[in-house]
């Protein structure tokens, strides 16, 4: 399983690849009764082509909703994180930096609670 993929998304991944391989699977034994000489068109087409096209769309529907999700407040902090763990800034620097993102994030929040009471 890679990084960006969760358990969730893999059960997905599975459920797509059981509905592609039912669907070719119907087609091809379809075309095979209906007496269709080229009926084998539909296990290259269907396991070759679709099967691979599904999971693809599928995967890059789940990276750009997961990236969307990610909220703006953990951005900041976590980049703060890993900067100061990587060395690029000192302790000072980085209790600097976290102070001012809270008060950002407070001044920020006690902006927005009047607009959201008078939404009301």
Do not use: C
């Amino acid at each position: 399983m890679s990084a960006m993929e969760t358990p969730q998304s893999g059960e997905k991944d599975m459920i797509a690849a059981g509905a592609v391989t039912t669907l070719t699977l119907l087609v091809a034994f379809v075309l095979l009764a209906a007496g269709v000489s080229y009926f084998w068109v539909a296990f290259p087409v269907g396991f070759g082509g679709v099967l691979p096209l599904t999971i693809g769309i599928m995967r890059r529907y789940q990276e750009t909703h997961t990236a969307g999700t990610q909220t703006s407040e953990d951005t900041p902090i976590a980049t703060l994180r890993e900067r100061y763990a990587n060395g690029e800034l000192t302790d000072e620097e980085f209790e600097t930096q976290v102070e001012k993102l809270i008060k950002t994030e407070s001044d920020v929040s006690s902006e927005s609670k009047p607009e959201r009471e008078r939404a009301k």
